[in-house]
T-cell receptor
Framework: SQQGEEDPQALSIQEGENATMNCSYKTSINNLQWYRQNSGRGLVHLILIRSNEREKHSGRLRVTLDTSKKSSSLLITASRAADTASYFCATPQGSGAGSYQLTFGKGTKLSVIP | ETGVTQSPTHLIKTRGQQVTLRCSSQSGHNTVSWYQQALGQGPQFIFQYYREEENGRGNFPPRFSGLQFPNYSSELNVNALELDDSALYLC?????????????FGPGTRLLVL
């Protein structure tokens, strides 16, 4: 089952513009993570924000977390053509003695037009 | 530090056959998780292995099975392949030292079942 749901499903912007993607989740979390996937390849971890953090920055990335609304947003500033990819939010869910799984949303497909 | 590797990169099988996918975890990581990603969807957790034992399982039938070896590498086996098993299979490694935090993904194996 999907824990997170990204919005929008697809986003097309011009190079240099900012891109904002949103994620909603259903259950309580310890942290929320964002991953990027280029054209059906492996996922690359972008950033992790803990449940006691409200905002976090990494380079051109800015992530916010609102645990009261069970939502997060990922902002990519000054986008580049190389940012074209699918972006997923993921939350860790425990499923046994010390194990955990990442539960992903369906992703936002970002296209940055040069 | 070597990253996560998977083999093969692509595979074509026919319905009813069996398949084995392989994964080498990142150096220093002792936990391996497997995910299935259907086209246009987010990854779905299959199972996780730690200390050569299954340590959590998602909503997948028993014909999906796995192994973890003493060097922490892993195999995913799927018996009696069905058309719906066509997907990208992702392996991710992590360390119990930072449970519920970042997982490092391999490039994936794309399986097509005809």
């Amino acid at each position: 089952s999907q824990q997170g749901e990204e919005d929008p499903q697809a986003l097309s912007i011009q190079e240099g513009e900012n891109a904002t993607m949103n994620c909603s989740y259903k259950t309580s979390i310890n942290n929320l993570q964002w991953y990027r996937q280029n054209s059906g390849r492996g996922l690359v971890h972008l950033i992790l924000i803990r449940s006691n953090e409200r905002e976090k920055h990494s380079g051109r990335l800015r992530v916010t977390l609102d645990t009261s609304k069970k939502s997060s947003s990922l902002l990519i500033t000054a986008s580049r053509a190389a940012d074209t990819a699918s972006y997923f939010c993921a939350t860790p869910q425990g499923s046994g003695a010390g194990s955990y799984q990442l539960t992903f949303g369906k992703g936002t497909k970002l296209s940055v037009i040069p | 530090e070597t990253g996560v590797t998977q083999s093969p990169t692509h595979l074509i099988k026919t319905r009813g056959q069996q398949v084995t996918l392989r994964c080498s975890s990142q150096s220093g990581h002792n936990t391996v998780s497997w995910y299935q990603q259907a086209l246009g969807q987010g990854p779905q957790f299959i199972f996780q292995y730690y200390r050569e034992e299954e340590n959590g399982r998602g909503n997948f039938p028993p014909r999906f099975s796995g192994l973890q070896f003493p060097n922490y590498s892993s195999e995913l086996n799927v018996n009696a392949l069905e058309l719906d098993d066509s997907a990208l299979y992702l392996c991710a490694s992590s360390s119990t030292d930072n449970a519920q935090e970042t997982q490092y993904f391999g490039p994936g194996t794309r399986l097509l079942v005809l």
